[in-house]
């Protein structure tokens, strides 16, 4: 059993010193890229220190300290956001492999490879569930602030500890998936409230937003096929939220989180962008929950095809839209 149980650590291992090669040698002509790699390089300036988080200054120096080299800069951010998805992975299901196999394909694509900095605010986000759980709120608000000094949009997960972590109520879930999809199709948006906050990070990504390319903008429609795919497996899950929850008492909290991300595509569909980069963070809790499908499916073996085959279609949807 011990022998066993080293193999499965050592193969573990491997796989994540893998990833992290991966995304700190990844294709220059990758999105972001060069926007990191003009940070490093560059001398400081006021705009710098008005874009980026606290986090990003300290880790360009620490890189600094160790060699002059771009890689180390991005190694650094490879190694935390592989190192603490995985333990976060570990904590949260007994279904490891699967959920790293949706992690690959659905997070690491577009975080690890081209969002690094909101790559280590998520796997912090995900950590933080375990806290939410347990309600314990300082050791929250402690990991809430770190992931916010990676990425300010980790703000999203404050309000995430006023969900309650032991019941559902399925029928409210239901409803508001479709009230949201009706808002949507109606092309009623919500991102006019946002230029009401009157955080200055926050206005700056707005307008940013506004900018992004034509590609972004079919990558976060409202009817795309990531949208429809996670709406049905959301609704699945859903359905069957009681029975799996004797197999992962998370479920209810990241079925919770899986609603926000689906919700946040229809409610801000006049700028499906903002929409997206809202989801996309809450989507993290996807990379749990998909792989309990298998306690649904009666074939084991099906159900393990299901979530593989659910895997290459994201990461292939992905790759088509950011690789190619």
Same mark, same amino acid.
């Given at each position: 059993? &011990? &022998?066993?149980?080293?193999?499965?650590?050592?193969?573990?291992?491997? =796989?994540?010193? @893998?990833?992290?090669? =991966?995304?700190?040698?990844?294709?220059?002509?990758?999105?972001? !890229? $060069?926007? $990191?790699?003009?940070?490093? %390089? +560059?001398?400081?300036?006021?705009?710098?220190?008005?874009?980026?988080?606290?986090?990003?200054?300290? =880790?360009?120096?620490?890189?600094?300290? @160790?060699?002059?080299?771009?890689?180390?800069?991005?190694?650094?951010?490879?190694? %935390?956001?592989? @190192?603490?998805?995985?333990?976060?992975?570990?904590?949260?299901?007994?279904?490891?492999?699967?959920?790293?196999?949706?992690?690959?394909?659905?997070?690491?694509?577009?975080?690890?490879?081209?969002?690094?900095? +909101?790559?280590?605010?998520?796997?912090?986000?995900?950590?933080?569930?375990?806290?939410?759980?347990?309600?314990?709120?300082?050791?929250?608000?402690?990991?809430?602030?770190?992931?916010?000094?990676?990425? $300010?949009?980790?703000?999203?997960?404050?309000?995430?500890?006023?969900?309650?972590?032991?019941?559902?109520?399925?029928?409210?879930?239901?409803?508001?998936?479709?009230?949201?999809?009706?808002?949507?199709?109606?092309?009623?948006?919500?991102?006019?409230?946002?230029?009401?906050?009157?955080?200055?990070? #926050?206005? &700056?990504?707005?307008?940013?937003?506004?900018?992004?390319?034509?590609?972004?903008?079919?990558?976060?429609?409202?009817?795309? @096929?990531?949208?429809?795919?996670?709406?049905?497996?959301?609704?699945?899950?859903?359905?069957?939220?009681?029975?799996?929850?004797?197999?992962?008492?998370? =479920? !209810?909290?990241?079925? &919770?989180?899986?609603? %926000?991300?689906?919700?946040?595509?229809?409610?801000?569909?006049?700028?499906?962008?903002?929409?997206?980069?809202?989801?996309?963070?809450?989507?993290?809790?996807?990379?749990?929950?998909?792989?309990?499908?298998?306690?649904?499916?009666?074939?084991?073996?099906?159900?393990?095809?299901?979530? #593989?085959?659910?895997?290459?279609?994201?990461?292939?949807?992905?790759?088509?839209?950011?690789?190619?």
């Amino acid at each position: 059993m &011990k &022998k066993k149980e080293n193999m499965l650590l050592c193969s573990i291992f491997f =796989i994540g010193f @893998i990833l992290i090669l =991966i995304a700190t040698f990844r294709n220059p002509e990758l999105p972001d !890229y $060069y926007t $990191y790699l003009s940070f490093k %390089l +560059a001398s400081l300036s006021e705009e710098y220190y008005e874009r980026f988080e606290p986090s990003m200054f300290f =880790i360009r120096s620490f890189s600094d300290w @160790i060699t002059s080299s771009h890689y180390m800069f991005f190694f650094i951010y490879a190694l %935390l956001a592989v @190192i603490i998805k995985l333990y976060a992975l570990n904590r949260l299901t007994n279904l490891f492999f699967l959920s790293l196999l949706c992690y690959v394909a659905m997070d690491f694509p577009i975080h690890e490879m081209i969002q690094m900095r +909101a790559a280590v605010s998520m796997g912090i986000a995900l950590w933080a569930f375990i806290f939410i759980y347990k309600r314990q709120l300082g050791a929250y608000i402690a990991t809430t602030l770190l992931a916010v000094s990676f990425h $300010y949009s980790a703000m999203l997960i404050f309000p995430l500890y006023f969900l309650n972590p032991y019941s559902i109520n399925k029928k409210l879930q239901i409803i508001l998936l479709a009230v949201s999809f009706l808002i949507g199709i109606a092309g009623i948006g919500c991102t006019y409230w946002i230029q009401f906050i009157s955080f200055d990070f #926050v206005q &700056k990504l707005f307008h940013a937003y506004q900018y992004q390319t034509l590609i972004e903008d079919e990558a976060f429609s409202v009817f795309s @096929i990531t949208v429809v795919v996670l709406t049905v497996v959301q609704l699945f899950l859903l359905l069957h939220a009681d029975r799996l929850q004797m197999y992962n008492r998370y =479920i !209810y909290l990241l079925l &919770k989180v899986q609603n %926000l991300s689906i919700i946040s595509f229809f409610l801000f569909n006049d700028m499906p962008i903002v929409g997206g980069r809202i989801s996309e963070y809450y989507r993290i809790a996807f990379i749990v929950s998909v792989p309990l499908i298998i306690y649904i499916c009666n074939n084991r073996i099906v159900a393990r095809l299901i979530v #593989v085959a659910l895997c290459c279609m994201f990461y292939f949807r992905f790759f088509t839209l950011y690789y190619l």
